[in-house]
């Protein structure tokens, strides 16, 4: 029942997701922006990706001066937001969050994080590696949002459409993860969440539970646990599992007794 | 440290499945390519692909359509970076839309397509097939000189086109445009010039 319910707050986030993915393929016909969440040109401004920018220097073994304000600014934003892409930008993200909505037919069950937390730095490490090893920009295989939009790029621009295998990846075995156990391609596997919430150091905007008003001890409620896409255990939550945040408003929107505020700093 | 049945097995499944993926992409031939047509103002074809983070803004930026992504049979080294596709349009780079500044080169976010002044571009060279060309079949068509924006690179003996290869500078226009069907010329990455990263 709890996950047939979707708040105000989680059409908001459905809205803004489409709006996005809208912009990103429309804006680059009237010459606005170009680039997707893989890498943007906004003219004089380039941004690219925290994972490409830890991947190409291992690729190719330089450093190139082009990339440091790309690199420096997209840095400061994942100190200061955490995982607030993943939450509200990632398209992929949000067709995990809300498959088992067209699928399921039981609810689904509450079974913590799929992977050990330990895993998805090895995924991470392991990407690393292989761009370092084979001299070349291996993520784009193991990257979901940049394979999703390059598919909508080439769709759109040139009426192909490419049978990607990252797409292929996505639709059978991360949307079944995603079926069976919600978003745990992002909080167990996902190289490039791994590297924003490994730097979301000051991470604005988090949860905050209020002791007194909370209900868990007389009536274990725990709704905020339940519906935590990235299973934060938010009510005894520290500064390193808040790292995984992604700001999705969820558990503040889901408490029954509004014990829970969103704080800037905490 | 205590683990329970439940999660050794798990570790298991886990490392069998990881090893035998790995069997399988190790299975996966990977050729390095060097015949595919880059766009006008690419770096030498190892770093090309190591700088290239496949994020698809040359295709977006490119105005004539020329830019396709490659395909996994090009290898996996290569699959879906950018490359040259005369037929699907010309690159406008020597004379048109991008005579200026090339707009792949201009908007590529980590310079592995570079601004170059264009007299220093030679993406390819391109073939003629005389068994399939109409001028030798006896028809009046010179359109590959007319469309050729390289003054000396095509010229006509007898009413029938000869091709230059040192003039050429590889831009697919006479490509694009060559009305016999199917096509008598072909555009490849043969004398390729690439600036060294």
Redesign the interface.
């Known amino acids: 029942m709890l996950n047939k319910q979707i708040g105000k707050i989680e059409l908001l986030r459905i809205f803004t997701a489409i709006v996005i993915v809208v912009f990103f393929v429309v804006a ?1 016909i009237f010459g606005l922006v ?3 969440t ?4 906004l003219g004089n401004f ?4 925290p994972l ?1 920018m830890f ?2 220097p291992l ?2 073994k ?1 450093f ?1 001066l ?2 440091l304000v ?1 690199g420096v600014t997209v840095i400061i934003t994942i100190i200061f937001f955490g995982r607030f892409f993943c939450g509200w930008i990632c398209p992929v993200g949000g067709l995990l969050e809300y498959s088992h909505l067209l699928t399921e037919k039981k609810p689904r069950k509450n079974v913590g994080c799929l ?1 050990n937390n330990w ?1 998805k730095y090895a995924v991470l490490f392991a990407v690393l590696l292989a761009a370092y090893l ?4 291996a993520p ?2 193991f990257s979901p949002p ?1 394979s999703v ?2 598919a909508l ?2 769709m759109v ?2 009426g ?1 459409v ?1 049978i ?2 990252t797409v292929i990846l996505l639709f059978f075995v991360v949307d079944f993860m995603a079926v069976r156990y919600g978003r745990s391609w992002c909080n167990s596997l996902c190289p490039l969440g791994t590297v924003i919430s490994s730097f979301s150091f000051i991470n604005l905007f988090k949860p905050k539970v209020d002791q007194e008003k909370c209900i868990d001890f007389d009536f274990n409620c725990l709704n905020c646990e339940r519906v935590c896409p990235m299973r934060i255990p938010v009510t005894r939550a520290n500064r390193w599992t808040m790292m995984e945040c992604n700001k999705c408003l969820k558990c503040w929107d889901q408490c029954p007794v509004d014990a829970i505020k969103m704080e800037l700093f905490s | 440290m205590h683990i329970t049945r439940r999660e050794f097995l798990k570790l298991i499944t ?1 490392g069998a499945a990881a090893l035998g993926l790995l069997k399988i992409a190790s299975l996966i031939p990977y050729p390095v390519q060097t015949n595919l047509v880059r766009p006008p103002g690419a770096v030498a074809e ?2 090309f ?9 040359c ?3 490119c105005p004539t ?1 020329a830019i ?2 490659a ?2 049979e090009e290898g ?2 290569a699959a ?1 970076t950018p490359k040259i596709d005369a037929y ?1 349009g010309p690159c406008e780079f020597y004379s048109g839309r991008c005579s200026r500044e090339m707009k792949c080169s201009k ?1 590529c ?3 592995a397509l570079r601004l170059v002044s264009k007299g220093q571009v030679k993406m390819g060279t391109v073939e003629l097939d005389q068994s399939k060309c109409l001028a030798f079949m006896g028809q009046e068509c010179v359109v590959c000189k007319e469309k050729c924006p390289v003054p000396t690179a095509i010229t006509s003996v007898n009413r029938r086109p000869v091709f230059h290869g040192e003039q050429c500078v590889g831009c697919g226009t006479c490509v694009y445009y060559c009305p016999a069907s199917p096509k008598a010329l072909t555009l490849s990455a043969t004398g390729a010039r690439r600036i060294n ?1």
């Not at chain 1, 380039?46 to 990706?49: D, K, Q, R």
């Not at chain 2, 692909?49 to 803004?57: S, T």
Request: hydrophobic letters at 35%; charged letters at 15%; proline letters at 4%.
């Open positions: 680059p170009y680039g997707t893989c890498a943007l040109n380039v941004l690219i990706s490409e991947l190409l690729s190719t330089t190139l082009t990339w790309p992977y895993e084979f001299n070349f920009s784009y295989l940049g939009y390059r790029v080439e621009t040139r192909i490419s990607d295998l | 886990e190892e770093s692909n190591a700088l290239c983070v496949r994020c698809g803004i295709l977006e930026a359509k396709v992504l395909g996994y996996l080294k879906n699907s908007y976010p980590t310079s990263a």
